[in-house]
């Protein structure tokens, strides 16, 4: 079985005499094989006199070790990663049942790009299906091991766990609808019945074995959903008890996981200008750019995506407490230049060195959004804001559009309003996003919250809108359960932007990055407007890596049993050559699913290992110093 660096060989063809009238002889069947192993021999020489030498993939260095299959795994994919198909549509899906409209090629995307959107659009009410439209998710390993030809997601550690003896009936792809909201999985799909009854169906088919549950990006938070859902009762949750994490889950190994949101879901609601569905982007480099949709790709795409419930999951929780205030944030001062890598947060007093001599300058990242550069450099109190919030929207300015969105009813003044508040926090910010779009967030708020619980004992914390929220919920009650939180760094991640109000026309996007906002310098954090942190190209450090450091960590108000959490971050090296694909030492966001190390730590735990087998916590950014600066009641 190959992985990434390896290439196939040459084909081989016997070489026709042509002064004979004999037709040639077909080499046998050891012949071929032969003359393939030499291709691949070739190959294999020349890439490691490039590269060096190519190490065994993880799963054949551990079958050499004598790991076997021991608990069952089960895969909760993210946001995008995970195929659509169609079950029934209007005239103009004829030909198109059971096709897939998300994932694979996207052909119907540009053969008939109106009706894509249409099918792929939820009701603008409800976030559930339009009318005589029925988009499911695609099932079993399939649904997400690629997310296009060529372009794995779960391929490379499905095919690693297979090589220490892991199969279907050992693996399970807990497969969902990403575009509507978690609770609502359930009520249209049974999504979350069924993963409580295949992990019950693996644990009694595999001598009791407890799974290992592999979660990635959105499908953290998902998860976490999930294991709230599975205690609670019915007809809320899934009526399994206290104990039902306890009895059936061995660890949750979250890779990339927002736990706490990420700030380009503001951009992205707000504007659609993130690189977000960062897969499709790295899939087909602009290809959300071109004028697939006519003259009006953007305001498609937001109109389309504004009635996907499942990306208001993103959006930062915690507020100022978490992500910083105006004058202030966790990662306080900042150097964006090359990275110093530091294993468990202590760097060598070389590494110190540079550190010093690199440019540090402290950067406002509490301010989420500014409007104008200035704005994000000022201190606050020579900010003079005009509160947006009872502001009156005025007429239309769009009469002609046919695109509809919510700016289109805002009128120039309303506009105006959200630009003169100057900047906005991730507290004010989804204030912000209340007013600009009052119908996405209304549902919004049916099925999400941002806050921080005073009293977790407070009866209100039983609603299913807090269950994605770790600071508003409580872990099961499975003290021998493990947690991990696996993730890249070392590569620049969205944090806050600067944003400019355009003169605003029919049917147009009012607001922008400014892209002419930049730092200055070459190792700037703020570059074409976008001020850039730790993390890994989606997901920042603080994110990603503040409940396992800190709000997890032993007994806490938010982990009362006391789960064993761990840190396991991975620095990213980019690929050396061509020939290694997309890397097998990448943090990046969705390449990190083909890193050798992460993909070997999956493998230990699935065949029995704990955290402290594995090492412990293995940290290089400066997370552990970032949640001190946290003041969070514990």
Same mark, same amino acid.
């Given at each position: 079985?190959?992985?990434?660096?390896?290439?196939?060989?040459?084909?081989? /063809?016997?070489?026709?005499?042509?002064?004979?009238?004999?037709?040639?002889? !077909?080499?046998?069947?050891? *012949?071929?094989?032969?003359? +393939?192993?030499?291709?691949?021999?070739?190959?294999?020489?020349?890439?490691?006199? =490039?590269?060096?030498?190519?190490?065994?993939?993880?799963?054949?260095?551990?079958?050499?070790?004598?790991?076997?299959?021991?608990?069952?795994?089960?895969?909760?994919?993210?946001?995008?990663?995970?195929?659509?198909?169609?079950?029934?549509?209007?005239?103009?899906?004829?030909?198109?049942?059971?096709?897939?409209?998300?994932?694979?090629?996207?052909?119907?995307?540009?053969?008939?790009?109106?009706?894509?959107? +249409?099918?792929?659009?939820?009701?603008?009410?409800?976030?559930?299906?339009?009318?005589?439209?029925?988009?499911?998710?695609?099932?079993?390993?399939?649904?997400?091991?690629?997310?296009?030809? &060529?372009?794995?997601?779960?391929?490379?550690?499905?095919?690693?766990?297979?090589?220490?003896?892991?199969?279907?009936?050992?693996?399970?792809?807990?497969?969902?609808?990403?575009?509507?909201?978690?609770?609502?999985?359930?009520?249209?799909?049974? /999504?979350?019945?069924?993963?409580?009854?295949?992990?019950?169906?693996?644990?009694?088919?595999?001598?009791?074995?407890?799974?290992?549950?592999?979660?990635?990006?959105?499908?953290?938070?998902?998860?976490?959903?999930?294991?709230?859902?599975?205690?609670?009762?019915?007809?809320?949750?899934?009526?399994?008890?206290?104990?039902?994490?306890?009895?059936? =889950?061995?660890?949750?190994?979250?890779?990339?996981?927002?736990?706490?949101?990420?700030?380009?879901?503001?951009?992205?609601?707000?504007?659609?200008?993130?690189?977000?569905? %960062?897969?499709?982007?790295?899939?087909?480099?602009?290809?959300?750019?071109?004028?697939?949709?006519?003259?009006?790709?953007?305001?498609?795409?937001?109109?389309?995506?504004?009635?996907?419930?499942?990306?208001?999951?993103?959006?930062?929780?915690?507020?100022?407490? =978490?992500?910083?205030?105006?004058?202030?944030?966790?990662?306080?001062?900042?150097?964006?230049?090359?990275?110093?890598?530091?294993?468990?947060?202590? @760097?060598?007093?070389?590494?110190?060195?540079?550190?010093?001599?690199?440019?540090?300058?402290?950067?406002?990242?509490?301010?989420?959004?500014?409007?104008?550069?200035?704005?994000? +450099?000022?201190?606050?109190?020579?900010?003079?804001?005009?509160?947006?919030?009872?502001?009156?929207?005025?007429?239309?300015?769009?009469?002609?559009?046919?695109?509809?969105?919510?700016?289109?009813?805002?009128?120039?003044?309303?506009?105006?309003?959200?630009?003169?508040?100057?900047?906005?926090?991730?507290?004010?910010?989804?204030?912000?996003?209340?007013?600009?779009?009052?119908?996405?967030?209304?549902?919004?708020?049916?099925?999400?919250?941002? &806050?921080?619980?005073?009293?977790?004992?407070?009866?209100?914390? !039983?609603?299913?809108?807090?269950?994605?929220?770790?600071?508003?919920?409580?872990?099961?009650?499975?003290?021998?359960?493990? =947690?991990? /939180?696996?993730?890249?760094?070392?590569? @620049?991640?969205?944090?806050?932007?600067?944003?400019?109000?355009?003169? @605003?026309?029919?049917?147009?996007?009012?607001?922008?990055?400014?892209?002419?906002?930049?730092?200055?310098? +070459?190792?700037?954090?703020?570059?074409?407007?976008?001020?850039?942190?730790?993390?890994?190209?989606?997901?920042?450090?603080?994110?990603?890596?503040?409940?396992?450091?800190?709000?997890?960590?032993?007994?806490?108000?938010?982990?009362?049993?006391?789960?064993?959490?761990?840190?396991?971050?991975?620095?990213?090296?980019?690929?050396?050559?061509?020939?290694?694909?997309?890397?097998? *030492?990448?943090?990046?966001?969705?390449?990190?699913?083909?890193?050798? %190390?992460?993909?070997?730590?999956?493998?230990?735990?699935?065949?029995?290992?704990?955290?402290?087998?594995?090492?412990?916590? *293995?940290?290089?950014?400066?997370?552990?110093?970032?949640?001190?600066?946290?003041?969070?009641?514990?």
């Amino acid at each position: 079985m190959s992985f990434l660096r390896r290439r196939k060989g040459p084909s081989s /063809s016997s070489t026709q005499n042509t002064e004979s009238t004999t037709k040639p002889q !077909q080499p046998q069947p050891q *012949q071929k094989i032969n003359k +393939e192993k030499s291709g691949r021999k070739w190959n294999c020489y020349v890439t490691e006199a =490039i590269t060096g030498p190519m190490p065994d993939p993880p799963g054949v260095k551990l079958a050499k070790e004598g790991l076997k299959v021991k608990h069952p795994v089960v895969f909760v994919p993210g946001i995008v990663t995970g195929g659509l198909e169609l079950w029934e549509g209007h005239q103009c899906a004829e030909g198109l049942f059971r096709k897939r409209l998300w994932g694979g090629t996207f052909g119907e995307m540009y053969k008939r790009p109106l009706c894509w959107l +249409e099918h792929l659009s939820l009701d603008n009410e409800t976030g559930l299906d339009p009318p005589g439209v029925r988009v499911r998710p695609v099932s079993g390993l399939v649904a997400a091991d690629y997310f296009a030809p &060529g372009y794995f997601v779960w391929a490379v550690l499905i095919a690693n766990l297979a090589r220490i003896g892991y199969e279907e009936k050992t693996m399970y792809m807990a497969a969902y609808d990403w575009r509507i909201s978690f609770q609502n999985t359930e009520v249209r799909d049974q /999504s979350l019945s069924r993963i409580k009854s295949n992990i019950e169906l693996m644990v009694a088919t595999n001598g009791g074995n407890k799974v290992v549950v592999i979660p990635h990006s959105m499908g953290v938070v998902y998860f976490l959903h999930f294991m709230k859902w599975v205690e609670a009762p019915a007809p809320m949750g899934g009526g399994g008890g206290s104990d039902w994490c306890a009895k059936h =889950i061995k660890a949750v190994m979250n890779i990339g996981g927002p736990f706490l949101g990420v700030p380009k879901a503001v951009a992205g609601l707000f504007s659609l200008e993130a690189k977000d569905i %960062a897969v499709a982007r790295a899939f087909a480099p602009g290809v959300w750019d071109k004028d697939v949709f006519g003259l009006r790709t953007l305001q498609h795409l937001m109109r389309m995506t504004r009635t996907w419930d499942s990306t208001m999951s993103m959006l930062p929780r915690g507020g100022e407490t =978490i992500w910083g205030g105006l004058d202030w944030s966790p990662e306080g001062e900042s150097s964006c230049g090359p990275k110093n890598s530091k294993k468990n947060g202590t @760097p060598t007093a070389e590494q110190e060195e540079k550190v010093d001599n690199n440019s540090t300058k402290s950067v406002n990242y509490g301010r989420v959004i500014s409007f104008g550069k200035d704005m994000a +450099e000022t201190h606050s109190s020579k900010i003079e804001m005009v509160d947006f919030r009872d502001a009156v929207k005025g007429n239309k300015f769009a009469n002609n559009c046919d695109v509809w969105t919510e700016y289109h009813e805002m009128g120039v003044s309303g506009l105006k309003a959200v630009a003169d508040y100057k900047v906005y926090t991730a507290g004010s910010v989804l204030d912000m996003l209340h007013f600009v779009a009052p119908k996405l967030m209304a549902r919004g708020d049916q099925h999400f919250s941002y &806050g921080i619980a005073d009293d977790l004992d407070d009866p209100k914390y !039983q609603h299913y809108k807090y269950w994605s929220n770790p600071l508003e919920s409580k872990l099961p009650n499975a003290p021998d359960m493990e =947690i991990y /939180s696996m993730y890249g760094v070392g590569i @620049p991640t969205e944090r806050a932007y600067v944003y400019k109000l355009t003169t @605003p026309t029919d049917c147009s996007i009012p607001f922008q990055i400014d892209l002419s906002a930049d730092g200055g310098i +070459e190792d700037s954090c703020l570059k074409s407007g976008v001020f850039s942190t730790n993390g890994d190209e989606t997901v920042p450090v603080l994110s990603a890596g503040f409940m396992c450091a800190k709000g997890w960590r032993g007994k806490t108000r938010f982990n009362p049993s006391g789960i064993h959490t761990y840190l396991r971050e991975y620095d990213h090296a980019p690929p050396v050559t061509l020939l290694e694909g997309r890397g097998t *030492q990448s943090g990046a966001h969705v390449d990190i699913m083909g890193n050798f %190390a992460l993909i070997e730590d999956v493998l230990r735990v699935a065949a029995g290992a704990t955290g402290k087998d594995l090492g412990g916590d *293995q940290v290089y950014s400066d997370i552990l110093k970032w949640s001190e600066r946290i003041n969070l009641q514990l």
